[in-house]
């Protein structure tokens, strides 16, 4: 079955840099897309960045040139490298995966950006 598990979720301050990691399994990880949600309290959950299998990029506005997404497909990994953390960006992110219509959720990871 479709398992994501990420990590790298932190305390950081403003201004600093945390690395996230989905690691996939039970499916094809280079054929398919992947992306990072995020949700703050009180807020809906929010697209933040995919990768395609071709290694096309899309990105929310309010993370475009700070943020990185990346693959590897010989790890079945995905990251995210936050730079320029704003407290804003405090939030639990998801991985996610979409299969034959349905959509695959690792556990979260928790991302507080405070001093």
């Known amino acids: 079955q479709v398992q994501l598990v990420e990590s790298g979720g932190g305390l950081a301050q403003p201004g600093g840099s945390l690395r996230l990691s989905c690691t996939a399994s039970?499916?094809?990880?280079?054929?398919?897309?992947m992306r990072w949600y995020r949700q703050a309290p009180g807020k809906e959950r929010e697209l933040v960045a995919t990768?395609?299998?071709?290694?096309?990029?899309w990105y929310t506005d309010s993370v475009v040139g700070r943020f990185t997404i990346s693959r590897d497909n010989a790890k079945n990994t995905v990251y995210l490298q936050m730079n320029s953390l704003k407290p804003e960006d405090t939030a639990v992110y998801y991985c996610?995966?979409?299969?034959?219509?349905?959509?695959?959720w690792g556990q979260g990871t928790q991302v507080t950006v405070s001093s």
């Open positions: 996610n995966t979409r299969q034959i219509m349905t959509d695959y």
């Open positions: 039970g499916f094809t990880f280079s054929n398919n897309a």
């Open positions: 990768i395609t299998s071709v290694h096309l990029t």
